[in-house]
């Protein structure tokens, strides 16, 4: 049975890890080894991560079974002042998918978004990323798209994927 956790300073090390196990099966057709590299670091190190909880009020969520890690995700209620829930990340381990960790943590945010009276899920992905078809079929609509540059000449092309709660 899956278990979702709010994660504790003490898993920042888990979410690298389930990060570095993940990134490079996902992103390695998509983008550059460098691109991979540059944006783990500036993504997931230990102080990144800090930023983010600390700083940006973001939440992250750790999806376990028995003691196992098995993905995270992170998101951030009333999102600029809006309605909205943005999902930051979610990232399941390529020995884990299809087994619902995704979905539970998806569902997991759904709960949490209502008490927060939100009534849509934003998210960002990678225009080329398989992921775009896991969120089409739970429910997720593309509603823009953007380019962010993320410095060191790299840059992140996304569609923007929104989902009515």
């Known amino acids: 049975m899956i278990q979702i ?89 390529p020995s884990a998918q299809g087994k619902g960790v995704g979905k539970s943590l998806m569902n997991e945010i759904i709960e949490i978004a209502k008490k927060n009276n939100n009534s849509t899920l934003s998210l960002n992905v990678n225009k080329h990323n398989k992921a775009i078809y896991f969120y089409e079929k739970i429910g997720f609509e593309k509603v823009g798209s953007e380019n962010i540059d993320i410095g060191n000449g790299f840059l992140m092309e996304d569609l923007i994927m929104d989902k009515l709660i």
């Open 5 to 93: 956790n709010i994660a504790k300073k003490e898993n920042y090390a888990t979410i690298q890890q389930i990060a570095h196990e993940t990134w490079f099966p996902t992103f390695a057709e998509i983008l550059s080894i460098a691109q991979i590299k540059y944006m783990l670091e500036m993504m997931y190190s230990m102080e990144a991560i800090a930023e983010q909880v600390e700083q940006k009020n973001h939440v992250f969520l750790l999806a376990q079974e028995d003691i196992n890690c098995l993905g995270y995700a992170s998101y951030e209620t009333n999102y600029k002042g809006t309605d909205k829930t943005k999902i930051h990340k979610i990232y399941v381990l």
